[in-house]
């Protein structure tokens, strides 16, 4: 990764953290946990961001093949409606950490914040752009994510998810409105809230 400026010792035992899904109206919040081996080079790796869905598609295939360890875990809807989207992706961080293998010594945690668990760490802001391990997890729970939301495109073909991914696009604010929510809505966010309140006021 092009800029790497933080390479923590014992590398081969830190995992990388980062999520995708905080902000959408639907869906899971998705974590992903990466441990690099500090030998391992993985062209064009970079914040998940700034890369295509191509891309992203492509790194994901290396990345599962080339690290040392990686995970997957979710939040689900009703967990985010429950606690609210920032505790939510902290138990999905929390989750990936816990689901390597082997286990991580330390992490590092995209952000400002660093999720309650059994092992030490830190969070480094701008971490994505960083630290590969990072990058690498926000590549990986970025795939992940849009991946489970094309499979709700399948369920629910009318709100258009594999476009705007549960985004609050305009179009997915009308798919809304004409055709309320779904299951996989979060009814803790403010335009579905919103939308829920209205349509029970005027029965």
């Not at 059994?118 to 849009?146: N, Y």
């Not at 305009?170 to 349509?199: D, I, N, Q, W």
Request: aromatic letters at 6%; glycine letters at 10%; a negative charge.
């Amino acid at each position: 990764m092009d800029g790497l400026d933080f390479t923590p010792e014992g590398e081969d035992q830190v995992a990388g953290v980062d999520e995708a899904g905080r902000g959408p109206l639907a869906g899971p919040v998705v974590a992903a946990a990466v441990i690099l081996a500090s030998e391992t080079d993985i062209p064009g790796l970079a914040d998940s961001k700034t890369l295509s869905s191509r891309a992203r598609e492509d790194l994901a295939v290396q990345i599962r093949a080339r690290a040392r360890a990686w995970s997957v875990a979710y939040a689900d809807v009703a967990e985010i409606d429950q606690h609210n989207i920032l505790e939510a992706t902290m138990l999905a961080m929390r989750r990936a950490v816990l689901n390597l293998s082997p286990e991580a010594q330390y992490v590092l945690v995209d952000g400002n914040r660093l999720p309650r668990m059994p092992v030490p760490g830190e969070p480094v802001i701008g971490g994505d752009g960083r630290v590969a391990s990072i990058g690498a997890a926000s590549i990986l729970a970025k795939v992940e994510r849009d991946r489970w939301m094309r499979r709700l495109a399948e369920a629910y073909p009318e709100y258009g998810f594999e476009g705007h991914m549960g985004y609050p696009t305009r179009a997915h604010l009308a798919a809304l409105r004409e055709y309320g929510p779904t299951p996989e809505h979060r009814r803790s966010f403010a335009p579905v809230r919103k939308l829920l309140t209205g349509r029970s006021g005027a029965q």
